[in-house]
């Protein structure tokens, strides 16, 4: 499985554009890149995911180097309630097999 | 409103004991899974089960044990033979379906916190 390599953590301001680097350079032709998001003692919630294309909804944007070696999450008005670990992943390049692997994530603290 | 429902969501056991730990989902995904979260660290993956009567073992199987009898319902066992079961409990469940892009996200539960006492 192709791993992914997240700074441990970062701190940005509130109200300012928030972006969450990621390394996955080990990435197959098609994984999906997904980013999910965990805030204390919930579960993960899921943000975003693409393959090769930038991708946008409501939460975040995903951008995807050409190479898909690397991409960024950015969160472009950051609150506080955005303070949570925020996962990158890479998804298992077997067609039946679901899992994903979690590692320990990028510490997002959105300060006032 | 679907979703995955873990229960309960503090549990407490004495050292020695078998507890089974509940997970309902009503999204019709055929997929689940558990997963453990101890303090500072990421998850990782006990067991999982792609269709019913039918599970894998994941990462940390030892000392747990689960069942798939019903799509909707993934409850895991923490055996006596867990030797550190004290951890934060994930349920997890995905879709199958294949070809688009957007069924292939985990939905979680909010998670049961297991203390042995």
């Known amino acids: 499985d192709a791993k992914t390599t997240q700074p441990t953590s970062m701190d940005c301001a509130e109200g300012r554009a928030a972006n969450l680097p990621c390394n996955h350079s080990t990435i197959s032709g098609n994984e999906y890149v997904y980013w999910y998001r965990q805030i204390h003692s919930q579960g993960p919630q899921y943000i975003i995911h693409g393959l090769k294309n930038n991708e946008t909804n409501e939460m975040a944007s995903l951008i995807i180097t050409e190479d898909r070696k690397s991409s960024t999450l950015i969160l472009p008005h950051a609150t506080l309630r955005d303070t949570a670990v925020y996962y990158c992943?890479?998804?298992?390049?077997?067609?039946?097999?679901?899992?994903?692997?979690f590692g320990a994530g990028t510490t997002v603290t959105v300060r006032a | 409103d679907g979703g995955i429902t873990q229960s309960p969501k503090y549990l407490f056991r004495k050292e020695g004991q078998n507890v089974t730990l509940s997970c309902e989902q009503n999204l019709n995904h055929d997929a689940m899974y558990w997963y453990r979260q101890d303090p500072g660290q990421g998850l990782r993956l006990i067991y999982y089960?792609?269709?019913?009567?039918?599970?894998q073992k994941g990462d940390i199987a030892e000392g747990y044990s689960v069942s798939r009898e019903k799509k909707e319902s993934f409850p895991l066992t923490v055996t006596s033979a867990q030797k550190n079961p004290t951890a934060f409990y994930l349920c997890?469940?995905?879709?199958?379906?294949?070809?688009?892009?957007?069924?292939?996200?985990?939905?979680f539960g909010s998670g049961t916190r297991l203390t042995v006492v």
């Open positions: 089960s792609q269709i019913v009567n039918d599970f």
């Open positions: 997890a469940s995905t879709s199958r379906r294949t070809g688009t892009l957007t069924n292939y996200g985990y939905t």
């Open positions: 992943i890479v998804r298992p390049n077997r067609s039946n097999d679901y899992k994903l692997s």
